[in-house]
């Protein structure tokens, strides 16, 4: 297959008959990365650094995030607390997996931040929507949620 775009991402069947009995059937997934690209809006940061016990507080980079059909784009959360939190995706209510569709990338950035990327593939009509960050630790959880819209 040569110039595919991440459009045609999916699941393939092959099927092979050489004459000889039944025919044989494959499957296969097709995964196209292409280049990521998002819209840049502000960036908040924070300074606050846990002195002491303290429930998480997430913070964004961009809240809204628009992008076309068939491209990716990444949403960043970072979560602060002591003990470190967990930080975690969610859309539609459901807890998100790295799968062929998200990519989940957590970094630990001191004693007391999380910093968390999703990153959705080859975008589909059905993708758009409010995704929601959710922060805890054994003091607390809190959540955020992003706007992924169409461009």
């Not at 045609?8 to 196209?32: A, F, H, Q, W």
């Not at 819209?39 to 809240?63: E, I, K």
């Amino acid at each position: 297959m040569r110039s595919v775009s991440s459009s045609e991402s999916g699941d393939y069947i092959c099927i092979g008959n050489n004459g000889m009995g039944t025919p044989s059937r494959g499957r296969t997934k097709l995964i196209v990365k292409g280049p990521i690209t998002t819209t840049t809006v502000s960036t908040t940061t924070t300074q606050f650094t846990p002195t002491g016990p303290a429930s998480p507080r997430l913070y964004h980079v961009n809240r809204r995030v628009g992008q076309r059909r068939g491209r990716g784009a990444i949403i960043e959360c970072i979560g602060v607390g002591q003990p470190r939190p967990t930080v975690e995706w969610k859309f539609h209510g459901r807890k998100l997996k790295n799968n062929y569709k998200y990519d989940i990338e957590r970094t630990t950035e001191g004693p007391h931040r999380t910093i968390s990327r999703l990153e959705i593939r080859s975008l589909l009509s059905r993708d758009f929507g409010q995704y929601e960050c959710e922060g805890h630790n054994t003091l607390g959880l809190v959540n955020i949620s992003f706007e992924l819209y169409q461009l």
